[in-house]
């Protein structure tokens, strides 16, 4: 049986969320999935950072309060994220990298992937960042020290869409794919079906935790844009800048628009789509597109995320689930570790 | 490069659409899945039987004029289906069996399916029949005789629901599903939504070619309760038994009971689910049920098929895609291949 050293790197909700599921069922997985995991390494540029090379107890990470410095309240723990020396020298098999997304440069994340992987450490993240802005040179670098790069949950949270496709649609020929990839621009979408403006619907989002308090990385479409070119790049065999897209949000819908919509028996969606061309290569965007009733992304309401593959074999298979949410997101991790085992052990 | 020799029980409309799979394709699978397929065999109780340990031309056979004992024109064929020489004695590795549902004993395809298993041939089928009355026999069988025993085509056609269930979303700890699993009844509701009566509903589904001159296994259920079966014993870990699923059908619904659906925001729709229960049992039943709009399954309109899956982790987790079609279907037993080479090439 297998037990994988894990260092956390970022620890806010979603590794915290990872942290509490191997507290609960870390017993389970071993006959389950034929592995444990045992973490000896948390660095957070908040709370600290904290090496325990015989094993961390989940239960008490999990538990942590919130509060700068945190982790200095534990034995051995400081006040300092020391990250470079969590990932590299923690004695750690595999780095879950959960930091923030920096569309811009994809830092500090990317440095700590690059750090892992150089180190000879499996990685799993659930940062988009990292894998739409340096994706080709992360993976090369894997496949170089011969260890696993997985981030299944970069895209959809822990509905899965990459391994869905690459795995189980395999040999299929996706040609194509049509995404609903942004729970905030959707759920303002639904909210001015039921009557709400714009702002008024956008208001409503940031009440609820769904939008931040600029929103123009979810409503404008740069985050659905990250996803389109880490689907585009994996599925489609892409090699697409995220410039290469192009961006339109959804602000200038109006009430007038939606309802026009509903006469014709249609939505509106924000969308993100990549198609391979008839010369080969890939063309991409976001943009709202009105959709069809009977189009199979047309009923995904609220926060759900969706993705409709297109293939001459099979026409379009949908796949919709939850696109955030901290434990659904601490799965991603989890489906990694698992995918990652399975391809060690079976090498 | 492996090449698998292959025998296609069974030659309707699956095999051949994989018969022209191969005749179009098997060049690029070479580098694309990283192995070919090679044709040694064909047997069909109505078009005769054929070997050819060489390998028999592809392209030829998907072109086979569908009349009876077609196969004895083709150089070394015979008008008689010798079933179990070709299945034993080909040469073949793989038993593709395509051949009719028999919901009463699964039979002659289960016989196939032993035999095949029983010679240490690997086998993958499309057939509801085996798997829902004979599943934990035969793959037992697979394991003992350590071959792979593969039917993902046998719920959703070539919509992948088997393994993205157990591969893609492993350790969720799914805890139960609903599917609308047969694409005629479903066209039916449809149909009747549209404000067509049921009688007139079947009809043109008839027309369209969807139903049977007998459509009862389609409209009563009997077609997803073997469905449900195959997903609650796989997916569930449940031993259920076809007797164990409660079955009720759509033909008791009348066009009033659309129409105050729709007034409450709903939708009628035939669902097969299976739940797990706090003792560890598993129920599962085949009903008509009343889906609020915003229910996941509720806009799966016309001959779609879709199930969605329950887990503490993730909430729902759908996938929506054909249900049926020959090239569609014949795309699931190319994804068993994949599906067993990647276990052959690995162990």
Same mark, same amino acid.
């Given at each position: 049986m297998t037990e994988y050293k894990l260092a956390l790197v970022g620890f806010g909700g979603v590794n915290r969320a990872l942290a509490q599921l191997i507290a609960e069922r870390n017993e389970g997985w071993k006959t389950e999935l034929g592995f444990s995991l045992k973490i000896v390494g948390v660095t957070d540029l908040f709370l600290g950072s904290l090496v325990g090379r015989e094993g961390l107890d989940a239960g008490v990470l999990a538990r942590l309060?919130?509060?700068?410095? %945190?982790? !200095?309240?534990?034995?051995?723990?400081?006040?300092?994220?020391?990250n470079e020396a969590v990932i590299k020298?923690?004695?750690?098999?595999i780095i879950a990298e959960a930091t923030?997304?920096?569309?811009?440069?994809?830092e500090p994340a990317t440095s700590f992937c690059r750090w892992a992987l150089e180190a000879g450490k499996h990685v799993v993240t659930t940062n988009k960042g990292p894998i739409a802005l340096h994706g080709a040179e992360l993976k090369a670098l894997a496949l170089r020290n011969k260890v696993a790069f997985e981030y299944e949950?970069?895209?959809?949270?822990?509905?899965?869409v990459i391994r869905l496709a690459k795995q189980t649609l395999a040999g299929s020929a996706i040609n194509g794919f049509e995404g609903i990839l942004n729970g905030t621009s959707n759920f303002v979408l639904t909210c001015m079906e039921g009557g709400l403006g714009f702002a008024e619907a956008v208001r409503q989002a940031q009440e609820l935790g769904y %939008?931040? !308090?600029?929103?123009s990385a979810d409503v404008e479409g740069y985050d659905v844009r990250l996803k389109v070119v880490i689907l585009a790049n994996e599925l489609l065999d892409a090699k697409l800048q995220v410039s290469d897209v192009s961006c339109q949000g959804i602000s200038a819908l109006t009430l007038d628009d939606i309802a026009k919509a509903r006469q014709e028996g249609a939505r509106w969606k924000l969308i993100g789509a990549a198609t391979r061309q008839a010369d080969g290569s890939v063309s991409a965007r976001v943009e709202p597109r009105l959709l069809?009733?009977?189009?199979?992304?047309?009923?995904?309401?609220?926060?759900t995320n969706a993705v409709s593959f297109t293939s001459p074999l099979l026409g379009a298979v949908t796949v919709s689930g939850p696109g955030a949410g901290r434990m659904e997101t601490a799965y991603a991790l989890l489906s990694d570790i698992i995918s990652l085992h399975s391809t060690v052990a079976t090498h």
């Open positions: 309060p919130s509060v700068k410095g %945190a982790l !200095a309240q534990l034995p051995g723990g400081t006040v300092e994220a020391l020298d923690s004695g750690a098999d923030f997304t920096n569309p811009v440069d994809g949950g970069s895209v959809m949270s822990g509905t899965p %939008a931040e !308090a600029d929103p069809r009733n009977d189009h199979p992304l047309a009923a995904i309401s609220g926060a």
